[in-house]
């Protein structure tokens, strides 16, 4: 089976490209995450906020969907500009606690609580929140949950894309430090490439060099035997 994740493109020869390794973001857990956690933020909103006269609705939607977007924005512009990428998920990360924020706030102003902890029922959401990352499992959900289980849910799923971010952001930090941007991958690319051709010429030259040697010695066989 292909691996999806570990896409390296390869000129035909068989040279490594300058191009980063593409990341397919639909098959990332977190990325699904944020998917249903968009979702979910347009049904909490839908039912339990004002539909006119509340900013706050129009601010936890785009939050949601800032976060989901800058991660596909984020990881589509990965391969041809370091920077660029980890702008965005930097970005996506920012949304995505403006979110959680947002909810805890709701909580706050209505006298309700955030599960966490000692909580009965922190353990069987977090477990439900890590086992399922298909949007599916949480639809039929969306219809019956109250508002206290709706933003637990989302409280939830934003944890643990902001860790997923956290963890995500720190390996780039690293992975810039030891490698470099496209500037430096097309400059060691591009001297990689002059190193092989001088070595393929020299190369070349030995063999030629011998070929003469060997040409000689037939000639000077066959003379001698003429002789």
Not at 138 to 165: G, R, V
Not at 185 to 195: D, F, Q, S
């Amino acid at each position: 089976m292909i691996d999806h994740k570990n896409i390296k493109l390869e000129y035909r020869d068989g040279r490594p490209s300058v191009l980063r390794k593409a990341t397919v973001w639909r098959e990332l857990n977190f990325y699904k995450r944020s998917e249903i956690l968009y979702q979910l933020t347009v049904a909490f909103c839908r039912r339990f906020l004002p539909k006119y006269g509340d900013r706050t609705v129009d601010q936890m939607v785009q939050a949601a969907r800032s976060t989901k977007q800058n991660i596909i924005e984020g990881y589509s512009d990965g391969q041809t500009s370091f920077e660029i990428e980890v702008k965005l998920l930097g970005v996506a990360r920012g949304s995505n606690q403006e979110l959680l924020a947002d909810y805890r706030d709701y909580l706050g102003a209505n006298g309700l609580v955030e599960w966490k902890g000692a909580n009965p029922r922190f353990e069987p959401l977090h477990k439900f929140c890590r086992d399922h990352t298909e949007l599916a499992a949480y639809q039929p959900h969306f219809a019956k949950w109250t508002d206290d289980e709706m933003a637990n849910c989302a409280i939830c799923l934003s944890h643990m894309i902001d860790k997923a971010l956290a963890t995500i952001l720190a390996k780039k930090d690293e992975e810039f430090v030891t490698q470099g941007g496209i500037r430096e991958r097309m400059t060691a690319a591009r001297l990689g490439y002059r190193t092989d051709q001088r070595e393929r010429i020299a190369a070349l030259e030995r063999e030629n060099a011998e070929l003469r040697a060997e040409v000689a010695r037939l000639q000077a066989a066959l003379a001698g035997k003429a002789g």
